[in-house]
C-alpha cells in the first residue's frame, strides 16, 4: 500500500523592493534564480513555479540534430533552460542558450534536422 501526503516546505529565499516613481518592483533570489513581481506575494509565486520548472527541466534528456552544414548540434539542459552545442571531431562549443527543452530548442531552428536518439 502506498501513502501520498501534501507537504509544505520553508524555503529561505531574499527579497528587495525597488521603489521608480510610484511602481514597486518585488525581486526574489534563491539558489541563483530571480523572480519578480508587483506585489512580494507575486514574486513568491513567481519564484515557486521556477524552483517547478527547474526540477521538471532537469530531467529531459539531450536533443541531437544535424545542421545544414553537416555539423553535429548537441541541446543539453542547463539550469532551466538549454544549452546548444555545436560539436566537431576536436572540440564542443557552447553557440547558445534558450528557454526551453532540448528537443524544442533543436525543433525550433529551421535549419536544423533532429536526429533520433534512438
Not at 501513502?3 to 527579497?15: C, D, F
Not at 521603489?19 to 541563483?32: I, K, L, N, Q
Not at 519564484?47 to 543539453?76: K, S, W, Y
Not at 542547463?78 to 555545436?86: F, K, L, P
Request: avoid cysteine.
Amino acid at each position: 500500500m502506498e501513502t501520498v501526503k501534501e507537504l509544505t516546505v520553508s524555503v529561505p529565499m531574499r527579497a528587495t523592493q525597488r521603489r521608480e516613481g510610484r511602481t514597486v518592483t518585488w525581486t526574489v533570489e534563491f539558489a541563483g534564480m530571480l523572480a519578480y513581481g508587483g506585489t512580494l506575494a507575486a514574486a513568491r509565486a513567481a519564484m515557486a513555479e521556477t524552483i517547478v520548472r527547474a526540477a521538471n527541466h532537469a530531467r529531459q534528456p539531450p536533443a541531437f540534430a544535424r545542421d545544414d552544414d553537416g555539423t553535429l548540434v548537441v541541446a543539453v539542459p542547463d539550469g532551466i533552460g538549454t544549452a546548444e552545442y555545436r560539436v566537431s571531431d576536436g572540440r564542443a562549443r557552447l553557440t547558445s542558450h534558450s528557454v526551453g527543452t532540448p528537443a524544442e530548442t533543436v525543433a525550433r531552428v529551421h535549419h536544423y534536422t533532429p536526429l533520433s536518439t534512438y
